[in-house]
């Protein structure tokens, strides 16, 4: 069988739905005429809050079930075409419950494949990460898809979240290669956008500085502000997903990173310029040190993950730019503090 699979008329479950990916995935893949999508969800960290926005869609399901309960994914599977995986915890998390983590990113990945093979859906797109390059000065320069991983000196719970992706990436290959399951492997780097969360630190520096800012206060830059960030804009990424169940491709694992790299201090001046949008003169960062803690993707210069391996691939790039994403971003956290919803 061909390993497209056309979004309009079949079925989707995407598991660990409520999430930022998936709430932008599931207005995406309705908007192109799924037959339904159901969010399958424990809400350890997600919310219905998360997809709230969707909650009245007629072809829209919310399923309470755990990754960890193979009978909760086989019912919830039942008649599904498409699988999108997404449950996980990151490094935060991971640091926090390194048992927990190891279970959902590990298990519960084996578990949803099997969910798959049993109820025989057609493709499969699991959510990876720029975390299975590793951490530290080794990782530098353009990030491509064969880079080796590189775990010497970064903190357990990062080498543990971009292991349990490795294993994640090759249970998939395994699932391809005994039972012929088609799938696509999406190396997602920072997200950013609506329904933001506080789960992932790079993400989260982009809040802070916004709030420093609306206060009145300076923002703050750690280290010397030529550490690069690389973001993607989630609703680039639940572009992605569609196009990676929609494509030819199988047996693939390929990055998706925004437009370009960005510093930490044009990210700080950025936002500073879009938080004071109000008139009054932009505040002048404040350089405080290292931030402590800080897991460091690479040693700072000239440092950028590579998409072009998904436009040949799945023929997907990603469209929307730090400025356009943050001023999404920002829309919609005012909009939510404006109508007084947590
Ligand atoms: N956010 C990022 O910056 C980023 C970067 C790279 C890769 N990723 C990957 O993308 C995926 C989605 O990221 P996100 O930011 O939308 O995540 P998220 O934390 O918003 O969502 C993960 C979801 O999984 C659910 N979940 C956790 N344990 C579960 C279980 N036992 N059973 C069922 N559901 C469970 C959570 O409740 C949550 O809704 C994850 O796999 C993540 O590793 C995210």
Redesign the pocket.
Known sequence: MPAALPVAGNRFVI????????SATAGELLDHGAAEVVL???????SEQ?VAHLKDHPRLRLVR????RLPDLLRATEGAAGLLL?????TLSMDRDPWGGLD?NIR?VQNALEAARANRARKVVF?????VYGYGPKVAGELVEDTPFHSVGAPPAAILYGAS?IIGEQLCRDYHRRHGLDYVVLR????YGERQ?Y??A??LYIIETYDRVRRGERPQVFGDGSETKHFVYVGDLARANRMAFEAAATDVAVNCSGPAPITTLELVRLVTRLAGAGGHPAPEPEFVGEEPGKVRLTSGGAFRIAHEAAERAIGWRPLVDMEEGLRRLIAWREGKEGRGAG
């Open positions: 598991v660990g739905g409520a999430s930022l990916v998936g399958f969800d424990n809400f350890a960290f997600g998360a079930g755990d990754v960890m997404l449950a996980a915890y990151m959902v519960g959510a990876s990460s720029n975390a992706k997602y780097s920072t997200v969360h789960r992932a790079n993400a």
